[in-house]
């Protein structure tokens, strides 16, 4: 030690020419060592992961986009402003909805207020109108982004998550308990379980989960990356990034038409594999059996994309042929699994598991339709929107949004477009999707496009209680009405129909007397602007009306928002998880603002419509009908 | 004048181009420097009495001024995502000559009388 200092003193003596020069000499040496310390701290904190959450870690072979991005900037970018980034995030104030440390919330019995120290959020509960709030649970991660944020507390049982119970509906700038942002039997308050996030949701939700289950529903889960990140379709980039550090290698690759071994690109994959891809995930699937689930939970999955299937699990899909010992045992230990997921026929019905629909379609016999042939995962496309309309727009395409999506393949329809569609060419009814893929999938409080393309039959209306394409658009007509034209049109077989069948509109029935499935489709379908051109917009004010006080919250919600897309309603505010007395209230006020400043006079109602000359609905007809609502509970698994 | 169309400007300013502004930025650098030193070597041969400049040194270090952003300028032109074109490779070929063309001049420098 003396030596050091001799040593140091010698060579201040050296560095210095008198004793103020040599003073400033040792200030600087002291000042730089505390920089480094601090800065070593600091290093040294932020390298210390939090115990209270699960973890990014080094899993094999898994790099995290921040390796890619060096190389592949543009696609970085792109997938950067997607929303498969912000999946899952760690809580921030920026990843986290606004303003959510002012939050003070009460739901089923329990109060909750929200606070922020520095960065961090923390939630505080207890017993509705009793005393002090609990201890504080920290806010340790919010999955989803652009349409429902919903975040997550630390539960002190390891790296277990707890939901906090309400959501942020982003386009409403609203906060609404989580059971009424699904589609779920007004009795059932509580959605997700402790550990629900470890246990399910990161199964899907970030990239190569491990949710390592340790003991009582204790959890030390580990990702490779939060969110849906590159790896996440491209496997894992280690062997890549190091294979091609050698440039000579890269430029082999660049000018030949040879791929990459090291990763895997869906986009140069056949339609099975491609689909496969997106299909780890935006698929119903279950695990072969209990040592395949074990095997995920601990290592993650062992499919990779470009695989042929799922590895431990498999895409359920109710009416294939395969894994029909697995799906057996599904329906003697999971009842419900099925309806919950699908129509009767075994078309899916519910949001984000569109591989389903995409594997059940015709057109993906054929081995090359796949989820890109849409759909983009970067901006590759010539003329491709900017990179925010692509997020918000479903990743498409260039004019994916149109019957170009179709005409790729079908490319003789288009010299014949009106024979085929029998509607002048400009008219919703010749759009190929409206017919082929209509909105008959449901999730995150909204209709969605079914991705199984098929054509519209009354039969499936009747059969399975699917809404058919052709009675989402002409709401006013009846089944009878469609039947008898894709009879005359497609030679489709007169189907046996009742009398209500034949003198009430199907949208009308569907409305008032369907299970909560089918009324959600018709109230969100009520808004749709195509369907309101086709069948007119003044009957549908009293149904949306109405609907407003249904049990669901989720179809309170799509008739309140149906109801704003009416003329006079743009601006009507309703709360859809309000209480049942309160719902009857702001259904009254809307019903008087309609009849009194907003309903035409002389407006004709057709009688399939159940709407009398006054604007009233035909009270017999009415009662009946509601009188015979299928009451059995809807609970759409998203 | 007429605007440049969205696709043009983003073949340079899009994000996934960063390469290629790096190319670019790296061609007009060295295009500049180089015609520096093109000019220095020139002043140097005027000034200093009993020195002249080998052929084959003219030429390293006229090429080099071509080659070197020349190579920047053409691998930016095509790029693999963070890869310059064909065209960097170039860049070494210039690199080579310009330090044969310098190295040369110092040597000679250091020999006269």
């Given amino acids: 030690m003396s030596l050091l200092i001799i040593s140091v003193g010698e060579i201040v003596r050296k560095l210095s020419r008198s004793w103020w020069q040599g003073l400033f000499v040792i200030a600087a040496v002291a000042a730089a060592s505390v920089l480094t310390l601090i800065s070593l701290y600091g290093f040294r904190r932020e390298a210390i992961s939090p115990e209270n959450r699960p973890i990014q870690s080094r899993i094999a072979g898994y790099v995290s986009s921040n390796a890619c991005g060096a190389c592949h900037p543009g696609n970085y970018a792109s997938w950067h402003a997607s929303f498969h980034r912000t999946m899952t995030q760690v809580a921030t104030p920026a990843s986290l909805p606004p303003e959510m440390d002012k939050l003070e919330l009460a739901f089923n019995g329990r109060e909750y207020k929200a606070e922020r120290r520095g960065d961090k959020f923390f939630v505080r509960t207890r017993a509705e109108g009793s005393g002090n709030y609990g201890e504080p649970q920290q806010v340790v991660l919010v999955t989803g982004s652009h349409t429902l944020q919903v975040p997550w507390l630390e539960t002190g049982e390891g790296r277990t998550l707890q939901q906090f119970p309400f959501g942020y509906i982003v386009a409403e700038k609203m906060w609404a308990p989580m059971s009424q942002t699904f589609l779920l039997p007004p009795n059932v308050k509580e959605y997700y379980y402790v550990g629900a996030w470890n246990g399910a949701c990161m199964d899907c939700h970030v990239t190569q989960g491990q949710s390592r289950f340790v003991a009582d529903n204790k959890w030390d889960s580990q990702v490779a990356e939060f969110g849906i990140a590159c790896e996440a379709c491209h496997s894992e980039g280690r062997e890549h990034i190091e294979r091609n550090r050698n440039p000579i290698r890269r430029f082999k690759i660049h000018l030949t038409t040879k791929s990459d071994p090291t990763v895997t690109n869906p986009a140069s994959l056949k339609g099975p594999e491609s689909g496969l891809a997106c299909g780890q995930c935006h698929s119903v699937w279950a695990f072969n059996d209990m040592t395949d689930k074990i095997d995920f939970n601990r290592h993650g999955a062992a499919f990779r994309p470009g695989a042929r299937n799922l590895a431990q699990r498999f895409v359920v899909q109710p009416n294939a042929p395969d894994h029909r010992e697995q799906k057996d045992f599904i329906h003697r230990t999971e009842p419900d699994f099925f309806h919950n997921r699908f129509w009767g026929d075994g078309m899916i019905r519910v949001t984000g598991r569109e591989f389903n629909g995409v594997q059940g379609s015709p057109c993906f016999r054929g081995g090359e339709f796949s989820c890109i042939s849409c759909h983009e995962m970067h901006l590759d496309s010539p003329g491709q929107a900017d990179v925010k309309t692509w997020a918000r727009t479903g990743q498409l395409k260039p004019k994916m949004d149109s019957d170009a999506a179709c005409l790729q393949c079908h490319k003789d329809l288009s010299a014949r477009l009106v024979a085929h569609t029998h509607h002048s060419a400009d008219s919703s009814g010749s759009r190929c999707y409206n017919c082929h893929m209509p909105r008959t999938t449901f999730g995150l409080l909204h209709a969605m496009r079914s991705h199984q393309v098929s054509s519209p039959t009354v039969q499936e209306s009747l059969a399975y209680g699917r809404p058919n394409a052709c009675n989402l658009c002409h709401l006013d007509q009846t089944l009878a009405w469609a039947a008898q034209n894709l009879h005359a049109w497609y030679n489709q077989p007169m189907p046996e129909l009742s009398q209500d069948d034949r003198t009430i509109a199907a949208a009308v029935q569907w409305i008032l007397k369907g299970d909560a499935g089918q009324r959600v489709l018709i109230a969100w379908g009520m808004g749709w602007e195509s369907a309101q051109k086709t069948a007119g917009r003044d009957w549908l004010y009293p149904y949306l009306i109405y609907t407003m006080t249904d049990t669901y919250a989720a179809v309170r919600f799509d008739a309140w928002k149906s109801l704003q897309t009416l003329p006079g309603f743009s601006d009507f505010r309703f709360n859809f998880t309000a209480p049942e007395s309160s719902l009857s209230e702001s259904a009254k006020r809307a019903y008087e603002k309609w009849l009194r400043e907003v309903r035409k006079v002389n407006a004709v109602y057709r009688s399939e419509t159940a709407i009398d000359s006054d604007g009233r609905f035909q009270q017999d007809v009415f009662q009946r009908l509601r009188s015979e609502r299928d009451e059995k509970p809807i609970f759409l698994a998203e | ?113």
């Fill in chain 2, 1 to 113: 004048m007429r605007r440049p169309s969205k696709r043009a400007l983003g073949w340079y300013v899009d994000v996934g181009n960063e390469t290629r502004r790096l190319m670019f930025t790296l061609a007009h650098a060295h295009g500049t420097l180089l015609a520096l030193v093109n000019i220095v070597v020139g002043l140097t041969v005027r000034i200093l009495d009993r020195f002249a400049l080998r052929s084959s040194v003219s030429f390293a270090l006229i090429w080099a001024a071509i080659l070197l952003p020349g190579g920047f300028f053409l691998g930016g032109i095509v790029i693999y995502d963070g890869d310059p074109g064909l065209g960097v490779w170039l860049v070494p070929v210039g690199a080579a000559l310009l330090f044969y063309s310098i190295t040369r001049i110092a040597i000679d420098l250091s020999r006269r009388k």
